[in-house]
Antibody, heavy 124, light 107 residues
Framework: EVQLVESGGGLVKPGRSLRLSCTAS????????MSWFRQAPGKGLEWVGF??????????EYAASVKGRFTISRDDSKSIAYLQMNSLKTEDTAVYYC???????????????WGQGTLVTVSS | DIQMTQSPSSLSASVGDRVTITCQAS??????LNWYQQKPGKAPKLLIY???NLETGVPSRFSGSGSGTDFTFTISSLQPEDIATYYC?????????FGQGTKLEIK
């Protein structure tokens, strides 16, 4: 059974950094791209970014709203994906979801596995 | 960026009703569209992929149709457990984008 468990969320001041972790199990982690989404309180879903598998270069893509501030990485030996969030803003407050998307080559198609989410609150 | 316009934003219907939600893309996205259900406090769940394919294990009262710019999601007979917010999502181009969501309530 595929399981994705996020950790690392919490309260952080604007301008500070936070790193989220996503521990995966139930599949061969290194074979899959991993992606992060977020949902601000009472709002809709927003794609944050993703990292391809090593077979596709392990490259990353980001939403414009986080590009240059957020970094996605992976440790295939530990089956963990990371979301490093720097220069946090109040508008980054959201539940952050780790996902294992379906892909066709280098392209993400659908998101069929989601973690339970972890809340990040950016406030002074 | 592609824009996704989903309507209505909210919908109230009775058990047994046929419910329809639409999603319009600002440009041709072929059939690169998915539909998700999200219940309060839970992660989204994939219901329909590639515009019209039912995800394994999803009840057959859910269906999707459309291609190009106009897409429709239908619940043929609304059940109490279908109360949720529904989202469309395009994957023709980055950024991956969702519609604004449709909150479905029981009348």
């Amino acid at each position: 059974e595929v399981q994705l468990v996020e950790s690392g969320g919490g309260l952080v001041k604007p301008g500070r950094s936070l790193r989220l972790s996503c521990t995966a199990s139930g599949f061969t982690f290194g074979d899959y791209a991993m992606s992060w989404f977020r949902q601000a309180p009472g709002k809709g879903l927003e794609w944050v970014g993703f990292i391809r598998s090593k077979a596709y270069g392990g490259t990353t893509e980001y939403a414009a709203s986080v590009k240059g501030r957020f970094t996605i990485s992976r440790d295939d030996s530990k089956s963990i994906a990371y979301l490093q969030m720097n220069s946090l803003k109040t508008e980054d407050t959201a539940v952050y979801y780790c996902t294992r998307p379906r892909t066709r080559g280098v392209v993400i198609t659908a998101i069929d596995y989601w973690g339970q989410g972890t809340l990040v609150t950016v406030s002074s | 960026d592609i824009q996704m316009t989903q309507s209505p934003s909210s919908l109230s219907a009775s058990v047994g009703d046929r419910v329809t939600i639409t999603c319009q893309a600002s440009q041709d996205i072929s059939n690169y569209l998915n539909w998700y259900q999200q219940k309060p406090g839970k992660a989204p769940k994939l219901l329909i992929y590639d515009a019209s394919n039912l995800e394994t294990g999803v009840p057959s009262r859910f269906s999707g149709s459309g291609s190009g710019t106009d897409f429709t999601f239908t619940i043929s007979s609304l059940q109490p457990e279908d109360i949720a917010t529904y989202y469309c999502q395009q994957y023709d181009n980055l950024p991956l984008l969702f519609g604004q969501g449709t909150k479905l309530e029981i009348k």
